[in-house]
């Protein structure tokens, strides 16, 4: 299990009675999974009453399940019957809130009886700041629940929690491949794709690039990714192409879903003005995180190369020198911070 996951669990089994606990990120990262986990643990065997309402905008469903541990479907709820209902419930969890109106009824009609756990995918944590909650009784607590990274994607595949492994020929050695090959070649190709999301990870491919693509049909504007404006100001396709990453200073910035979803973002500029604001926004994002900077420096020497500009490469390299020109037919790859010299020819001077 992320420790995210299970600093989030034990967050929400600590909290006071009547807390109101926001929890907000990117699509698909686990929130709606730990605390539907955790609060039906909680509830069933501590005897509370419990209203779940769950909108993941193709449809809204909500259940109640009283402190006998008896559970009935509410048909044709919405979020605003929800927070008129909330007195009457021990624990109250909204499940996906989309708009700003929604953020605030929640926010101002919070009666303080209860505990309420609130998830959103949207940057709430500014609209929370709006509102004078403080004046109120009761805990505010706030968490924020980062995509998934490389490592932790890695982890839950040793721990058996993705369907596609282990293979059942995990065990031999397929065209000169070993097991621990195979398994990272699949890794690596899910998270080129589908990046920080595991909903999309864990699922078929096919289907996550359908999702993906759907998407990015939706965004004509790079600019959108940068400067933290998400939310319902901009399109939901934005959204869906999120990941949001904790800095080495606490902060947590949002950079493109995916290295897959980067480059096609890139794509969009029109020429290479655009794309050199597009990849130094990029870069200040995440500046060290090594992964992203990777994507990031693959991105921009493709680009380089494809606009036919000069591209001086300075690499790490014992028998060559210090660094290359390459012409803009060589397309090159950059791996752990090595130019693959095979594909190219480094002059001998």
């Known amino acids: 299990m992320r420790e995210e996951a299970k600093e989030l669990w034990n967050c929400l089994q600590n909290s006071a009675r009547n807390a109101l606990v926001l929890i907000s990120g990117c699509p698909g990262v686990g929130k709606s999974v730990v605390v539907f986990a955790q609060t039906m643990y909680d509830c069933w065997n501590n005897n509370k009453s419990l209203l779940y309402y769950h909108d993941d905008m193709e449809g809204a469903t909500c259940f109640v399940m009283d402190r006998h541990g008896v559970v009935r479907t509410v048909e044709g709820s919405s979020a605003k019957f929800v927070s008129s209902q909330r007195e009457s419930y021990d624990v109250t969890v909204i499940d996906g809130i989309h708009t700003e109106a929604d953020m605030h009824e929640m926010f101002f009609n919070f009666p303080n009886c209860n505990k309420c756990i609130v998830c959103t995918c949207y940057q709430a944590l500014k609209i929370c700041q709006e509102v004078e909650y403080r004046k109120k009784p009761g805990e505010l607590i706030q968490r924020s629940v980062t995509s998934w990274t490389l490592e932790d994607y890695i982890g839950a595949t040793d721990e058996g929690c993705f369907s596609f492994w282990p293979l059942p020929d995990a065990a031999e050695i397929v065209d000169g491949k070993s097991a621990e090959e195979r398994k990272m070649e699949i890794i690596m190709h899910r998270f ?5 999301t595991v909903r999309l990870f864990a699922g078929e491919i096919a289907k996550a690039l359908s999702s993906i693509r759907s998407a990015l049909a939706d965004v004509n504007d790079f ?111 950059l791996r752990k911070g090595r130019v693959h010299e095979s594909l190219f020819s480094i002059p001998d001077q």
């Open 223 to 333: 600019k959108v990714f940068y400067g933290n404006r998400v939310g319902d100001l901009s399109a939901d396709a934005v959204n869906r192409l999120m990941a949001l990453y904790r800095t080495d200073d606490g902060r947590v910035n949002s950079v493109p879903l995916s290295q897959y979803v980067f480059e096609e973002l890139g794509d969009k500029c029109s020429n290479f003005s655009e794309i050199a604001k597009f990849i130094s926004e990029a870069r200040k994002a995440l500046p060290n995180n090594p992964t992203w900077q990777g994507w990031v420096t693959e991105y921009e020497v493709e680009s380089i190369l494809r606009f036919k500009k000069k591209l001086i490469v300075h690499y790490d390299a014992d028998k060559h020198g210090k660094k290359a020109e390459l012409s803009c037919n060589n397309m090159i790859q």
């Open 192 to 196: 080129k794709i589908c990046g920080g």
